[in-house]
Every structure is written in C-alpha cells, then in structure tokens.
C-alpha cells in the first residue's frame, strides 16, 4: 500500500525560529512528484512548496524548503524565521495514494507560531 | 487567474432539501475534484472529474450527485443528506489528472450545515 505519514499532529514555534515539519512516504515508484501545502485557519489551501523526486536538490521557496532523502522516503519542510501568518495546517500530499494518481494527503500537522 | 471559486460560502439545509453546491475555475485545467473535510482533517477524495468526463468516485452515497456541465464549471447537488455529511467542501482544480505532476489549486471551500 502506498500512504503518507505525518507523525506530527501538533506543533509550535516562536516567531523568528525555525521549525521542521516531518513527512514520510511509501512507495515503489521511482520517479514522482511530492507537494507540501498549507491552511491556514478558515482559509484557502494552497501550495506551498513541491519537490521533484528524480531532482536531488531540494526544492526552496523562499523561507520555506524541503528536505528531501529519497532513498528513506521522507519530506520534511523546514519554515525558517517563523512568521504569525504561518500558523496553519500543513499536509504532505503524495500522488500515489490509490495507484491513480491522485493525492493523497497525509494527516497534517497544525502549527501555531506564537509572538 | 489562478483562482479557483466556490458558492455559497456557507449552507445550512435540512434532511429533506435539495441543493447544489458550484465551483468555478477559468485556468483552463482539465481535472476537477470534490472533497469534504472535517475539522482537523485531510481532505478527503469524493470525485474526480477528467476532460468533463467522472473519472473517480470514492465509493460516495448517492445522496451527492457530481456534475461537470463544462470545463471550467463543477458542481455537487445534494439531497436528503444527513447530520453527518455536515463538514467543508473544497473544490479543487489542476491542468491534469492522472499523473501526480501538478499541483491542485484550491476554492474556499462551502460551510455546509445539515440540521
């Protein structure tokens, strides 16, 4: 079964540090496509930042970046200099879920940065 | 436009109402999704619309009936629905289905209320 795990249900942060949100996955395909989007509190989700996995560097979308260990399966997304607007739910989101090639979202991790 | 638009904001409806939700997207995407989501929660597959034609259903009661009149329009009728199905409906739209290349964009989803 392929599925994604995000074993952080809750984190916090202070503003202006940096924090480091845990995915992992289960594949046996080898190229593919990972994303990490966000929502925050009665807002839209959006995407905040994709990785390519056949590219071995990792992806960075100014304060956000990811890091990516292909052959362990993990996708963390690492948010320096915290910010307030940060506060949200964050779900790691893996095309692979049901061998359609559709996402599928892991649980997520709710982040509140405090000031 | 990377906007992807959904009405109403909000529903409240009792078991024996019949409505629809509407979802809107002028990216020119060819896939289409609902999903519902609880609180706290991913979101969670309904359907999968690809080039206008139902491509995936997640096994949804027929209480919720999918409908793509055209590409850039999706809607969700409901009727005879049940305390239960009371959650956030998210609308979501990408350029394609089926490769788990491309990000989904998300609509603000719809606040439904069964009472």
């Known amino acids: 079964a392929q599925t994604v795990t995000q074993s952080q249900p809750e984190m916090s942060v202070q503003e202006a540090e940096t924090v480091t949100l845990s995915c992992t996955y289960d594949?046996?395909?080898?190229?593919?496509?990972l994303f990490w989007y966000k929502q925050p509190p009665s807002r839209q989700m959006i995407l905040v930042i994709r990785q390519e996995a056949y590219k071995q560097q990792n992806a960075t979308e100014n304060r956000f970046s990811v890091n990516f260990q292909k052959a362990a399966k993990s996708f963390s997304l690492k948010i320096s200099d915290s910010q307030l607007g940060d506060t949200a739910m964050y779900f790691c989101a893996f095309p692979f879920g049901r061998g359609s090639y559709i996402p599928t979202f892991g649980r997520g991790t709710s982040l509140i940065v405090h000031p | 436009d990377t906007e992807v638009t959904q009405t109403p904001k909000h529903l409240v409806m009792g078991m024996t109402n019949k409505k629809s939700l509407k979802c809107e997207q002028h990216m020119g995407h060819r896939a289409m999704y609902w999903y519902k989501q609880k609180a706290k929660k991913p979101p969670e597959l309904m359907f999968v619309?690809?080039?206008?034609?139902?491509?995936i259903n997640e096994s949804v009661p027929s209480r919720f009936s999918p409908e793509c009149p055209n590409s850039s329009l999706l809607n969700l009728h409901l009727h005879a629905l049940q305390p239960e199905d009371s959650a956030l409906y998210l609308c979501?739209?990408?350029?394609?289905?089926?490769?788990?290349?491309?990000?989904?964009?998300f609509g603000p989803g719809t606040r439904l209320t069964v009472t």
């Open positions: 619309y690809s080039y206008e034609k139902l491509s």
């Open positions: 979501a739209s990408s350029q394609e289905a089926g490769t788990g290349t491309y990000e989904q964009y």
């Open positions: 594949t046996s395909e080898n190229n593919y496509y």
